[in-house]
């Protein structure tokens, strides 16, 4: 019986989400809903995103998610049918409902640069604005931030051992579909230089790349004609997959077909160091002496690095990078840590803090810099409670403003925080490239209005 062709059938689209306002716990709107009712809800406040701690070992963060974040903000409103939804599930009451139909950010809110690097206790988000419109982003905030730094942070390790060889993101099947694209993003902030993801070409400009799969080879009678449609289609160029049944005799038949031209070879399974050795070897009898060699298959940062003495010309990494190889989390919190009595801008702060065993806040309205030598290397993240510590002239302020009176204002490409992670790196001191469990590559300090000096309450 013969294949029976019709015309595919067009899927209807997933809606786009036009509001982020359901993004949250339904906690925060019943804390909304007492804090209305009892009159606090418009104390001015400040709310801190930081952590306690690293993953354990981890020597070093990498803040990733801001942009998404103002864009998530942007959006953050809630619509006629999403309003329908919490009254129809009593989630709150009628006025609470009144007071959401209304809601915008008015508030102001610093952070980090993305790219930047980070430590226990740094402010990354500084978050200034009522109660009320405040405490609603909490679980938006931290689900973007603890998503993308972690995998930011990973892709760090990555490209850091890689020294220079490109590492391409192709993890896309090995998590949700749209972490997959917010994924890319953060890989590439952080050194990658490419994704597999088209989609976050077409969102975010990161660089797309791709060839085919082992299912390509075998759709085809045999591995030869695969590998001449291959290179019918996309030129010379091209990266021939060569695992997929004897690698000898496909190195053998790509350079065959493709000649001294050919772009690359990639291997996706074996020992992969011995394979690059061979296949190099192999490459340059044949006299494609300028073909890449690419290596795929469950790489970590410390398979990337037991690579580092064979002939690999780039890195494949898929599962690892978007589970954060390892800590899928950064731990984030977002925590109130002053307040006023009434809304008035100009209405003293009190320090609010807890004091929960194991997890403590240093209560403060904070300001960060890190401290560097006369030579421009870090050497401890200093950060301000009350007042801005002072810049002894080598030093860099790492707060910058993201929100003005609810207007986005701290925009910027993604090539800058690209840029940004670079230059973060180049300034930490050697220790923190070590791949071995390890403290932060800096101390964290506190200092008073009064300038009184403190050491950090978190753990390493």
């Not at 009522?130 to 892709?155: G, K, P, R, W």
């Not at 949700?176 to 953060?186: D, F, L, Q, S, T």
């Not at 160091?273 to 070897?281: D, E, F, K």
């Not at 978007?322 to 950064?330: A, L, M, N, W």
Request: charged share 20%.
């Amino acid at each position: 019986m013969g294949v029976r062709r019709s015309a595919p059938r067009r899927r209807a689209r997933l809606p786009a989400v036009h509001s982020t306002g359901l993004l949250t716990d339904h906690y925060e709107l019943t804390m909304l809903q007492a804090a209305l009712r009892s009159g606090t809800a418009h104390r001015r406040s400040v709310f801190e995103l930081f952590t306690r701690r690293l993953p354990a070992g981890r020597r070093y963060g990498v803040v990733a998610g801001t942009g998404r974040a103002l864009d998530a903000l942007d959006a953050f409103h809630f619509d006629d049918a999403q309003l329908s939804f919490l009254g129809g599930h009593s989630v709150v009451d009628g006025p609470t409902l009144e007071w959401l139909a209304a809601y915008t950010f008015t508030g102001h809110i610093w952070g980090y640069g993305e790219g930047d690097a980070y430590f226990p206790g740094s402010p990354l988000l500084v978050v200034e604005s009522s109660f009320a419109e405040a405490v609603l982003l909490e679980t938006m905030l931290l689900s973007i931030f603890n998503h993308d730094s972690a995998v930011a942070a990973a892709a760090s390790r990555m490209t850091t051992v890689a020294e220079g060889r490109p590492c391409i993101e192709m993890g896309s099947r090995r998590t949700h579909e749209w972490g997959a694209v917010a994924a890319a993003r953060a890989a590439y902030i952080a050194g990658f230089a490419a994704s597999s993801n088209l989609q976050a070409g077409a969102d975010y400009d990161v660089p797309t790349r791709g060839t085919s799969a082992h299912s390509f080879t075998l759709l085809h009678d045999t591995e030869h004609d695969a590998f001449a449609a291959q290179v019918e289609s996309l030129g010379q160029g091209t990266t021939l997959l060569v695992d997929t049944y004897d690698i000898v005799e496909a190195v053998k038949s790509a350079v065959e077909l493709a000649g001294p031209q050919l772009g690359a070879v990639r291997i996706d399974s074996g020992d992969l160091g011995l394979l690059a050795h061979q296949v190099r070897r192999q490459l340059d009898d044949l006299g494609a002496t300028q073909t890449r060699v690419i290596v795929t298959g469950d790489l970590d940062e410390f398979s990337i690095a037991a690579l580092a003495a064979a002939p690999v010309d780039g890195y494949g990494v898929g599962t690892s990078l978007v589970t954060g190889s390892g800590h899928p989390t950064s731990g984030f919190v977002y925590k109130l840590v002053a307040r006023a009595e009434s809304a008035d801008p100009e209405g003293p702060l009190i320090a609010v803090a807890k004091r929960s065993v194991d997890k403590i806040s240093v209560g403060g309205r904070k300001w960060a810099l890190r401290r560097r030598t006369a030579a421009g290397v870090a050497e401890a993240e200093v950060i301000g409670i009350g007042a801005p510590p002072l810049d002894d002239g080598d030093d860099r302020n790492l707060l910058r403003q993201l929100v003005r009176d609810g207007e986005t204002i701290g925009r910027e490409p993604l090539d800058s925080a690209r840029g940004r992670h670079d230059a973060a790196m180049a300034e930490l001191p050697d220790e923190s490239r070590k791949l071995s469990r390890g403290e932060p590559a800096i101390r964290t300090e506190y200092v008073g209005a009064d300038r009184s000096a403190s050491t950090s309450p978190f753990a390493s």
